[in-house]
C-alpha cells in the first residue's frame, strides 16, 4: 500500500474506532508496518491538519477527535477521480452541477501530491457526456423536488403533442439511459412519467405538493435502487 493511500485508510480506521482510539502497535500490525512508521504518518496527518488526540500510557493509543472534518488527505488520488469520472459521465442527473461544484471543494483542500497524482489520473479517463435539458429547466425541477413545491411544464409527448402540466414531484428515475422526473399529474389527476429532455419549459410555482408519497409510483424493477442507501 502506497504511503497516501495508508494515510487516507489510517484516518478512516481512526474515525471508526470513535472515542475507543487506537494503539500503534495495533495500527502497525494492521497496515503491516513498523510502530515507528505508525508514528511518523501520524505526525503527518496531525501536521496536515487532522485533529489528531492522544493517550499515553496502558491502554493509551490515538484517535480522531468526535464529530471532527476530515483532513485533506481524505481520498485517494483514485477516489479523487472516481468521483470527477461519476459526475462528468452523469451531467444530465439531477443535482450534477452542485456535485461538480462539492467536488472542486474536495479537490481544493488535497494535499498538492495528492492532487497533483489525482489530476494526472484524470487526463487518462475520457468521456463523452450526454446530451441534456437546459439548465434553467432542470434548476426548476431540482428546486420543485427539494421544496417540494408544485412544478408547471410545458411537456411534448412522444406523439408530439404539447401540453401544459402542473405536476407534484415525487422523484427522479433513471432508466435505459435516460432521466425521468415522476410526480403526480394534476391534468391526468395521476402519476405519470415525463422525459426530462422532452420538457421544454418549467417553472417552480408556490402551491407546496399534497403528500404522494413514493410507494404510490409502484415497486422499483429489481436492478434500480436509490442513490443512497440508508445504513
Known sequence: MKRTERLHALTEMLRR?????????????EFEVSVR???????????????????????????????ASLPPVSLSPAQAVALMAAVSAASDAPYADLAAAGIKKILDVLDPRTRARADELA?????????SASRAIRSALEEAMAEQ??????????????????VEPVLFASTNGQWYL??????????????????ERASVTKTACGGHS??????????????????
Open 123 to 131: 487526463g487518462r479517463v475520457w468521456v463523452n457526456a450526454p446530451t
Open 37 to 67: 512508521t505508525v508514528k511518523r504518518d501520524l505526525a503527518a496527518l496531525e501536521n496536515s491538519g487532522a485533529p489528531l488526540w492522544s493517550r499515553p500510557g496502558p491502554g493509551g493509543g490515538y484517535g480522531l477527535a468526535i464529530g
Open 17 to 29: 474506532n470513535g472515542s475507543r482510539g487506537c494503539s500503534a502497535e495495533r495500527l502497525a500490525r
Open 182 to 199: 415522476v410526480g403526480w399529474c394534476r391534468l391526468r389527476d395521476g402519476m405519470r412519467w415525463f422525459i426530462v429532455s422532452s420538457i
Open 214 to 231: 413514493i410507494q404510490e409510483v409502484g415497486e422499483p424493477p429489481a436492478s434500480a435502487r436509490p442513490v443512497h442507501e440508508r445504513g
Open 149 to 166: 413545491r408544485v412544478i408547471r411544464l410545458r411537456y411534448t409527448a412522444r406523439d408530439g403533442t404539447s401540453t401544459t402540466r402542473d
